[in-house]
């Protein structure tokens, strides 16, 4: 399993009583949660016609020489 940083949680003005960060924190978990369910890469698809093709040729390497006479 993958360790992830431990989000926290500032208060940066006024001050706020314990029902008010529950009631904060139980709407960030959620909205966190239904932004993580809908965020689904999808898998690219290949068709049998990419599958049956060659791949490209590797580029020439021009740092070898060409020939005996290359000097």
């Not at 399993?1 to 992830?4: A, E, F, P, V």
């Not at 989000?7 to 940066?12: C, S």
């Not at 966190?32 to 369910?37: H, L, T, V």
């Given at each position: 399993?993958?360790?992830?940083p431990t989000?926290?949680?500032?208060?940066?003005r006024g001050?706020?009583?314990?029902?008010e960060l529950a009631a904060l924190i139980a709407v960030v978990t959620d909205a966190?949660?239904?932004?993580?369910?809908d965020a689904v890469a999808e898998e690219?698809?290949?068709s049998a016609w990419q599958r049956t093709q060659r791949p490209l040729r590797k580029p020439?390497?021009?740092d070898i020489p060409w020939g005996?006479?290359?000097g």
């Open positions: 399993m993958i360790d992830q989000p926290g949680l500032r208060i940066v001050t706020a009583d314990e029902e966190y949660g239904r932004e993580a369910a690219p698809r290949v020439l390497r021009r005996r006479f290359s």
